[in-house]
């Protein structure tokens, strides 16, 4: 039972160009959610969080969108950089910073230049 | 601030054994959860501990145990390891049970 799901298992995008990651989810008790971003041999690293109360978070060039009543969220990330090229993984919580994360199964993402 | 620290980076085990995987969190964080990531199953919760007790848990059998120390620092159990036990296992910290989660970059057990 996939309560958070990434159907986009990899996504190509050139340099310079939005990504947008989609996310969508099941479970209606979700509250807060979280992308992460993973480097091989690395653990996953925050990037951005957004609480149900609100549909719009933005750090820097990542903005992240919620709409509640399709359970989906999307990450978009503007301008895309060769950096930007690993694993995001889409997460989701009960209670906003509750340690029980539920993850989506990732997407590969991968700059072009 | 040094990140968090996971030991051992690799591991290799048959089936049967047990095995101890430890965690430091980072400087002043008290919150530590584990997770395991398979290509099957992706990323799956496996417990949270927060001063000492266990305030949650995934759905993995009884052969998955941990435990947190005084100074933080956590240990994860796996007894009677088989082999759909190979997997990458992660550990995370926070400042406290509801601040955002910082992941170190994990153990990766094989068991044959």
């Known amino acids: 039972d996939q309560q958070v799901k990434q159907n986009s298992p990899s996504l190509s995008v050139q340099e310079g160009r939005i990504s947008i990651l989609n996310c969508d989810y099941t479970n209606s008790m979700f509250d807060y959610f979280l992308w992460y971003k993973k480097y091989p041999a690395e653990g996953p690293t925050f990037l951005i969080s957004?609480?149900?109360?609100?549909d719009k978070n933005e750090d820097g060039r990542f903005t992240v969108f919620l709409n509640k009543s399709a359970k989906h969220l999307s990450l978009h990330i503007v301008p895309s950089q060769p950096g930007d090229s690993a694993v995001y993984f889409c997460a989701a919580s009960e209670v906003q910073g509750a340690q029980k994360l539920v993850f989506g199964q990732g997407t590969r993402l991968t700059i072009n230049p | 601030k040094a990140g968090v620290t996971q030991t051992p980076r690799y591991l290799i085990k048959t089936r049967g054994q047990q095995v101890t995987l430890s965690c430091s969190p980072i400087s002043g964080h008290r919150s530590v959860s584990w997770y395991q990531q398979t290509p099957g199953q992706g990323l799956q919760f496996l417990f949270e501990?927060?001063?000492?007790?266990?305030?949650n848990k995934g759905n993995f059998p009884g052969r998955f145990s941990g435990r947190q120390f005084s100074n933080s620092r956590s240990e994860m159990n796996v007894s009677t390891l088989e082999l759909g036990d190979s997997a990458l296992y992660l550990c995370?910290?926070?400042?406290?049970?509801?601040?955002?989660?910082?992941f170190g970059p994990g153990t990766r057990l094989t068991v044959l």
């Open positions: 957004i609480s149900s109360i609100k």
């Open positions: 995370a910290s926070s400042t406290g049970p509801t601040d955002t989660q910082y």
């Open positions: 501990y927060f001063s000492e007790t266990q305030r």
